[in-house]
């Protein structure tokens, strides 16, 4: 409703009530968050008229609107203004920038970023740790990842699940299944519980459906439709047809839809002849499925 909001604003002016920097700051955040920059430089002026100087919230809104439109230049540019005129970047601060370097794939500066943040002795949440390390991993630097998502676990700070889903996600990619396993066992040493997205990527990766399932069951995590598509891909990919039928079947129970890449290969079985036999296998409506194109 940014319509009204600026009525209201504009009510303030009328009746002679002076906006404050957090008036200013909820202004540029919206048109930030809709992208009408020409708002956002007039609403930084009209603040310079009324004596107001931008704050850490302020150029927040700014480095975030640059980072997630690619346009990590000129929000460096911001960063250093930030800088010269004596406001301290916060965590959002610093984790927005890394952010969009890595996402833009400016490794080198990512890098040299993160060894200015380092140098500045501060202990760093684990969500700026959890950014390096999906930054890292996702530009192809999972042994630099890994070895300092070893060197967090020796430390006081305490690792959630995203990080050990980062890593097991990255370790898995590259063909390291046995450093994968052994985080995964670690998860609960660290007082966690693997998630759906941990799963997830365990059931991609390995053939323990049944032992995954059963430990999920026990956690209390339900598997969602993404999951559950996913297995009965892999699956039917290896032509093992009654399994793929046992996960149907969940994904039935639980209300879930079929993926249109679950679909039609579901589909493409009708026309494999060693197939057909074990298609009778599947539950009664993707029966039909299959059977209605031949």
């Known amino acids: 409703m940014v319509d009204r909001a600026e009525c209201v604003f504009q009510q303030m002016i009328r009746d002679g009530v002076k906006p404050d920097i957090e008036t200013y700051n909820c202004l540029i955040h919206v048109y930030c968050s809709i992208k009408q920059l020409e708002k956002v430089f007039q609403m930084c002026k009209e603040m310079s008229t009324h004596g107001l100087e931008p704050n850490v919230v302020t ?17 460096r540019k911001i960063f250093r203004e930030m800088l010269i005129k004596g406001v301290s970047p916060d965590v959002v601060s610093y984790n927005t920038m890394l952010d969009g370097l890595f996402q833009t794939r400016r490794f080198s500066e990512a890098k ?3 060894d200015n943040m380092m140098k500045t002795g501060k202990q760093w949440p684990i969500s700026t740790c959890n950014i390096i390390l999906d930054g890292l991993c996702k530009n192809n630097c999972v042994d630099d990842a890994f070895k300092m998502f070893q060197s967090l676990r020796s430390t006081d700070l305490q690792l959630n699940i995203i990080s050990f889903n980062t890593m097991i996600g990255a370790l898995l990619k590259c063909g390291r299944k046995e450093d994968a396993m052994d985080l995964f066992d670690a998860i609960s040493a660290h007082g966690l519980v693997p998630d759906v997205v941990t799963y997830c990527l365990m059931a991609e990766n390995l053939q ?31 032509g093992d047809i009654s399994r793929a039928g046992i996960y149907l079947s969940k994904i039935d129970e639980k209300n879930f839809s079929l993926e249109a890449s679950t679909t039609s290969l579901l589909i493409s079985l009708s026309t494999r002849e060693e197939y057909q036999q074990h298609v009778k296998s599947l539950p009664e409506k993707y029966r039909f499925l299959t059977e209605s194109n031949k």
């Open 112 to 114: 040299e970023f993160y």
């Open 208 to 238: 323990e459906f049944n032992s995954l399932f059963s430990a999920m069951e026990k956690s209390g995590c339900s598997p969602n439709s993404h999951m559950l598509n996913t297995l009965v891909r892999d699956l039917l990919h290896r």
């Open 59 to 75: 150029y927040n809104s700014l480095l975030n609107y640059l980072c997630k439109n690619g346009k990590c230049t000129n929000a």
